[in-house]
């Protein structure tokens, strides 16, 4: 178990890299959105780590980069921190790049949203945090 498992208390195996290639990564960083490559089967410490924005020693920007994914159904998560947790700071920031989430993803406007994760046991299906509704709930074109 590397460092990055041990902080997110999740030991990667098959079915955590299956999960992860069925998702797409997204951040905002530095005032700016950046989307993961399709078929990544590594986290976002990873990918971060790849990006030199944090390294193994020195990652404390996990509890400040608001992440994200778009799963294998179009639907949308966001949270910061190993524990995937979310507050109303974040919530602003994620909702004003929601129109350039939709665009580059083409999200359907039926897409749920969700705030942050909490975390279950090996194999099973982890609950969000919050849940606000489907897209055309909170952004109108």
Request: proline share 1%; charged share 35%.
């Given at each position: ?11 990667i195996d098959?079915?955590?890299?299956d999960?992860?290639?069925g998702?797409r990564?997204?951040?905002?960083y530095q ?9 990544l ?28 994914i778009?799963?294998?159904?179009g639907?949308?998560?966001f949270?910061?921190g190993?524990?995937f947790?979310?507050?109303?700071e974040?919530e602003?920031i ?11 993803f ?13 975390k ?22």
């Amino acid at each position: 178990m590397d460092i990055f498992e041990k902080k997110y208390g999740v030991e990667i195996d098959e079915n955590v890299k299956d999960f992860h290639k069925g998702r797409r990564m997204f951040c905002v960083y530095q005032n700016k959105l950046f989307i993961a490559e399709p078929n990544l089967e590594y986290s976002h410490a990873d990918w971060f780590e790849k990006n030199g924005w944090i390294s193994k020693e020195k990652d404390e920007l996990m509890d400040e980069i608001i992440r994200g994914i778009v799963d294998n159904k179009g639907d949308i998560s966001f949270y910061i921190g190993y524990d995937f947790r979310i507050n109303k700071e974040i919530e602003i920031i994620f909702f004003s790049y929601l129109k350039e989430l939709i665009e580059r993803f083409k999200l359907k406007h039926n897409a749920k949203i969700f705030g942050g994760w909490i975390k279950q046991e090996t194999g099973k299906i982890w609950r969000p945090r919050k849940e606000y509704g489907k897209i055309e709930d909170n952004y109108k074109t």
